[in-house]
């Protein structure tokens, strides 16, 4: 994927600085604010529903499976339990658009059926096997009673706060209806203790505000564990988010290698093919010349020497880009300082390795650290950089730090965007910290790998 230095730093775009207007600001604390949000009564719905649909699922669960299990000893059982699995799938998509909707919780649908052979046999053998009907009924049983539990508790946490905090405005039933003096904290067959005081009235309301700002983190407690739930057993397995990520990996991979050769083919067509065309076209006529005027059949030549030397060092440049000569021979040291003393900017270089890694990850840290400072050199206004390269365990880190003017983003179409895709395809790791006003700090991690011995 072709990237353009010009837009890896976005100074302004769309960051939220202090005295901005990106940041929504809210006069009340989260604390208090919490009870009346929206978020907060999405989740307590959530929690709501979940007992009548743990209900459900782990009835249908239970008995499909059981019928199933049952009927193994005749032709019916597999069919039955295949369509147990399928109804388990069918609800734990439910449960997916459940938790997007009230718990805005994205979850990626789970990996299809893979057929083997077409027909009913195949579609069945197809569900058996898949670990993904498995989870379901696991969430399907595991779900119930942990809805009841958080039924209760967040039904019986709210309740006893709303009506703690309300009690001053309902007290006076107890005396006008019941026949009591107020609301009854104690009592036995000699005594008895009512709150029908001010005093005792307004700490009980004051104890059922604690409850009612309470509530909500209680409930958004209860719903992470929900929200383990649905993402662990109703989502994709870990095996296949892996291939889901080593594919789009690979898609990076592809798209970056063509769009490298599309620019090391527009470099040798613009410029030294071109250079070589005219040396060729002046050696010709130089050629001509050469009997006729050799004053200026000398010139021809002699203007044919320094394109010669252009077109070499055009070369040379072309060969730095796609793989530096010093990289092979010395190493990430070596040729970052090199890069380093064509940037712009004082650049201090301090590489920490005992020992190379392989050949591919020290291309792509090189090159990282070479557009870095590019961006550095074209954007940051800074007067001085750094880069540091170290080992940590079985991870390459590397981090170029500038006193620049800051606001570099990782946006959509950015360099450092591209920069951060290309990691990624390779498990890397692309972390930038650029504060308005800086300075910017760029960490990458790459994996570290070990030259192959060749047998």
């Known amino acids: 994927m072709a990237t353009e230095h010009g837009q890896s730093y976005g100074f302004g775009s769309g960051l939220d600085f202090p005295g901005g207007t990106g940041a929504r600001r809210h006069r009340l604390p989260a604390g208090l604010r919490a ?9 307590f719905g959530y929690v709501l529903l979940s007992l009548p649909i743990g209900i459900l699922l782990f009835t249908y669960a239970v008995t499909m499976m059981s019928l199933g299990a049952g009927l193994l000893v005749t032709f019916l059982g597999v069919p039955v339990l295949a369509a147990a699995l399928a109804g388990c799938r069918a609800l734990g998509a439910m449960e997916r ?54 039924f209760v508790v967040a039904v019986n946490v709210w309740a006893f706060g709303w009506a703690m905090l309300t009690y001053p405005l309902w007290f006076w039933v107890f005396p006008m209806y019941v026949g009591q003096d107020g609301l009854q904290l104690y009592g036995d067959q000699t005594h ?25 983190w209680i409930v958004r407690a209860l719903t992470t ?13 870990r095996l296949a988010t892996r291939v889901v990520e080593l594919e789009s990996g690979r898609g990076v991979v592809v798209d970056t290698a063509a769009a490298d050769l599309r ?31 050799p004053d200026a059949a000398a010139a021809m030549v002699d203007e ?25 021979d010395r190493g990430l040291d070596a040729a970052l300082s090199s890069v380093a003393s064509r940037c712009a900017v004082p650049v201090r270089v301090e590489v920490d390795l005992v020992e190379r890694p392989a050949s591919a990850i020290e291309g792509i840290a090189y ?24 080992r940590v365990e079985n991870r390459l880190m590397l981090q170029v730090v500038d006193n620049g003017v800051g606001g570099a983003a990782v946006g959509a179409g950015s360099g450092l965007a591209g920069l951060a895709e290309r990691l990624d395809a390779v498990d890397g790791i692309l972390v930038v910290d650029s504060p308005a006003g800086g300075p910017t700090r760029v960490t990458a991690e790459l994996p570290w790998r070990n030259e192959p011995v060749a047998g």
């Open 367 to 390: 090159f990282t650290v070479s557009e870095l400072l590019q961006n550095i050199s074209k954007h940051a206004r800074a007067t001085s950089a750094a880069v540091e390269v170290w």
């Open 35 to 43: 009870p009346f949000e929206a978020r907060s009564w999405r989740e």
């Open 97 to 150: 658009a459940r938790a997007r909707a009230l718990l805005g919780l994205e979850v990626s649908d789970p990996e299809p059926l893979r057929m083997k052979k077409q027909g009913a046999m195949g579609w069945m053998g197809a569900v058996l096997k898949s670990g993904t009907s498995w989870r379901s009924v696991l969430y399907a049983i595991l779900q119930f009673p942990w809805s009841v539990f958080s």
């Open 225 to 237: 564990v929900d929200r383990l739930m649905v993402h662990g057993l109703l989502g994709p397995s």
């Open 263 to 293: 620019r090391i083919e527009r470099d040798l067509h613009d410029g030294a093919q071109a250079r070589l065309v005219n040396l060729a076209m002046g050696l010709g006529l130089a050629k001509e010349k050469l009997l006729e005027d």
């Open 304 to 328: 044919a020497h320094g394109e010669v030397k252009l077109a070499l060092q055009e070369l040379r440049d072309l060969a730095r880009g796609i793989h530096p000569a010093v990289l092979t």
């Open 192 to 216: 008895r203790v009512y709150l029908d005081n001010p005093f005792e009235i307004t700490v009980t309301a004051m104890v059922g505000l604690l409850f009612t700002l309470a509530t909500p």
